[in-house]
Each structure stands twice: as C-alpha cells, then as structure tokens.
C-alpha cells in the first residue's frame, strides 16, 4: 500500500517528478565522476608502475627518474651490485637522451631511450623486432616525422654543437621495428636503442653511465625492503618503490584530489537539497490528504515511510540515470585530460571502480532518505483537527 501511493502521488505531478530526477542525475553523474577523478589517477598510475613487474626505481640521489639530466656511474658495477640483493630478480639499466634524426630539410629531434632489450620494460614491440646493435625501434610518431619505415636506415646524432653548427655523436642506424612506449604519450617522438650504442655515441660523457635502473623483485620479497637495501648498497642514489612513486605523484597531482573532493561535495549537498524541496512542496501540496489519512486511523509511521519512499525513488531514478550519464561524462572528461602534453598514454584520469561508485550513489540515495524524513514526521504530526479546519476555511 506505502509503495502504491507513493507511486500515485509521483505521477500525480509527472512533471515535476521528472525533472526533480533528472536533477538528481546530473548531481549524481557529477558525484560519481568527481569519485572516479579522486581515485581513478592513484589506480592508473600504480598499474602503469607495476605494469612490466618492476616494483623500484633507482635514479641519482636526490632526484626522481628522469627529472634532471643527472646520470649514474660506473654502471655495470651498479647493477652487479643491485643484481646481488637478496630478492632482485631483474635489473633493467635506461639511459635517456635526445637524438636528432637527420637527412631530411629538419633534423627532427626525438626522445631516445637505451636500454637492455632483453630485460627492459619502457617499451612495447608492435612489428619488427628488437633492435641490435646499430638499430633503433621507432614510435609511430616518429615514423611518421621522419617518413621512415622498417628496414629503412637513419641517419641519427645525439648532440650539437651551436658554435660549430655541427652534429655530435653521429651514427648510420636501421630502424628494426614500431613499438609503444609505456611512459611515454602517443604524440611523443621516441626511439629504443641499445644501451651499449646510446652509451658509445654519447662518448666519454656518457661511458658507463645511465639515468635509472628498474628493479624487478620477487612476488614473496617486500619491496621497500629491498629499496632500502639498494640505497644501502649504493649510496650515491635514490631508490624509490612503486608504492612511495605513487605517494609522490599523488602529492604533484593533489589539487584534482582537492577538487574532486570540494565538487564531490557540493554534488551532494545539491542532490539532497533539491530532494528536500520537491519532497517539502509535495507535503505540502497534501497536508489536507495528510490530515485525513491520519484521521481514519492511518499510522504516522506510515505516513513518514510513504513520504520517504517518495524521496528513495526520486534519488534511485535519478542516481541510475546519473551512473549512465556520468560514465559518458568521465569518458570525455578523461580524453581531453590525456590530451595534455607530457602525459603517458596509459594513464586516465576517471576511472571507474564498482565499488568506490556504488559506495558514492549509496550516500546519494541515502541523502534521499534523510530528506523526507523532517518534512514527512512533521506533517504527520501536526494536529488532526486543527488542520482539518485550516483546509476546510481555505
């Protein structure tokens, strides 16, 4: 019977029921969106961290990977040192530079990495295969800059001498394959070289050297433990696991946490205040009906139970709607926010996780609740007869 008139007095103003619902769905898609913006950076950036296995990072001390053009020496000592930890069971050496592609009207400059091909994880082969020796694997967008294609040979250098206008470091490189690069964006002009080539053509200032190591450790080994023992092993860096990476780029990122919070917020307070219009006009609108109810032995429970299921299926409609929407939303919002240059590619902004969304329209449809109950018990407590006559007058 509560759930019948409930159901009459909703379509008794269908108009307003629907647009009090469509309310709520775009405070609701805006809820859900600000959750996923909160939680969605934290849980991306972990699983592109965590992607190829590699659980530290090791860079020159007092520095993030990659963050300055600091290097590390004597390298092959290095990862000796890091391959003898108890627990390591991977160590990939990445030397970062810039190479400049030439023959062409403009030398197109472009992001290269060296790396071990065999243990490395900042790259994805998508046709072709790994290079060797004098060979490179090439992002698209670089292919498309330069015009090259598999099997072509480049013409490649790694500095330039302003005074002398001449390249540095030159080297007849073949491109051996396309690849994807994991930390990189999609726009970003990249290369992968070996390691030992990258080194060679940088000369005696890059002999040796790289810019960070990643470490792979066992499933069963802690690893910070093992963070701690490299930076024990080698006090001339910085280790940093993948859980202390993510700490550090949620501190870099805490102001889209701080306003997803802040618009999370105000979403909610909306959807609850517009509940507790509607509901209060519609109480309103009946407080004769009500006086009437209760004057034919109708309980004021009952009342308040009938009133709040109006409430509950105003904030049900609208947060299912609103899921929808939001969803929707987030996919935009997340393709423009990736748009943003110097961005991986893998990341996203919004993403969606059942349980942190669900959790976040629950506290809506809870919101739902408490906003019939005040004007529901208030009406169903007014004096029967008084309010009989104040309606009859009127």
């Known amino acids: 019977m509560r759930f019948q008139l409930a159901a009459l007095s909703l379509r008794r103003h269908a108009s307003r029921t629907l647009l009090a619902a469509l309310g ?15 939680t969605g950076m934290r849980q991306s950036f972990a699983s592109l961290l965590g992607r190829n296995g590699f659980t530290v990072r090791v860079s020159p001390r007092g520095t993030l990977p990659f963050d300055t053009e600091a290097t590390i020496g004597q ?21 970062g530079t810039t190479v400049h592609v030439l023959g062409g009207r403009d030398a197109v400059t472009a992001f290269a990495l060296g790396v071990d091909p065999a243990v490395q994880g900042d790259y994805q082969v998508l046709e072709g295969v790994d290079p060797v020796g004098n060979a490179l694997v090439a992002s698209d967008a670089l292919l498309r800059a330069t015009g090259a294609r598999i099997g072509d040979t480049l013409d490649v250098a790694v500095g ?6 001449t390249y540095t470091g030159r080297r007849r490189v073949a491109v051996s394959g396309r690849a994807r690069f994991t930390y990189l964006s999609a726009d970003d002009r990249a290369a992968g070289l070996p390691l030992a080539t990258v080194q060679a053509m940088g000369g005696a200032d ?12 066992a499933p069963n080994v802690d690893p910070e433990a093992a963070r701690v023992a490299i930076e024990r092993a080698l006090p001339r860096v910085t280790a940093l696991s993948t859980a202390g990476a993510v700490a550090e780029a949620e501190n870099r990122l805490s102001y889209f946490r701080q306003l997803a919070f802040i618009l999370g917020a105000v979403s909610l307070i909306v959807g609850f205040l517009l509940v507790t219009t509607i509901v209060t006009v519609s109480v309103n609108e009946r407080i004769g009906e009500i006086a009437i109810m ?6 004021r429970i009952h009342v308040v139970e009938q009133i709040v299921i109006e409430g509950i299926a105003l904030s049900l409609a609208g947060a299912a709607v609103g899921l929808v929407l939001g969803v929707f939303t987030a996919r935009w919002l997340n393709s423009i926010l990736r748009g943003f240059p110097g ?19 629950a506290l809506l449809v809870a919101s739902g609740i408490a906003a019939g109950i005040y004007p529901a018990w208030r009406a169903a407590s007014l004096p029967i007869s008084a309010t009989l006559r104040e309606e009859a007058v009127g």
């Not at 709520?24 to 909160?38: H, N, R």
């Not at 209760?294 to 309980?299: F, L, P, Q, T, Y």
């Open 24 to 38: 709520v769905a775009v405070s609701a898609a805006m809820l859900l969106d600000m959750v996923m913006l909160a």
């Open 206 to 217: 890059r002999a040796d050297r790289v810019s960070l190591f990643m470490v792979r450790t």
């Open 75 to 95: 390298a092959r000592a290095a990862t000796a040192a890091i391959s003898r930890i108890p627990g390591v069971t991977a160590v990939a050496p990445v030397l």
């Open 160 to 165: 330039f001498d302003p005074q002398l206008r």
């Open 343 to 361: 961005l991986p590619d893998a990341i996203d902004f919004f993403l969606f996780q059942p349980n942190s969304a669900f959790r976040a329209l």
């Open 294 to 299: 209760r004057a034919i032995g109708v309980s």
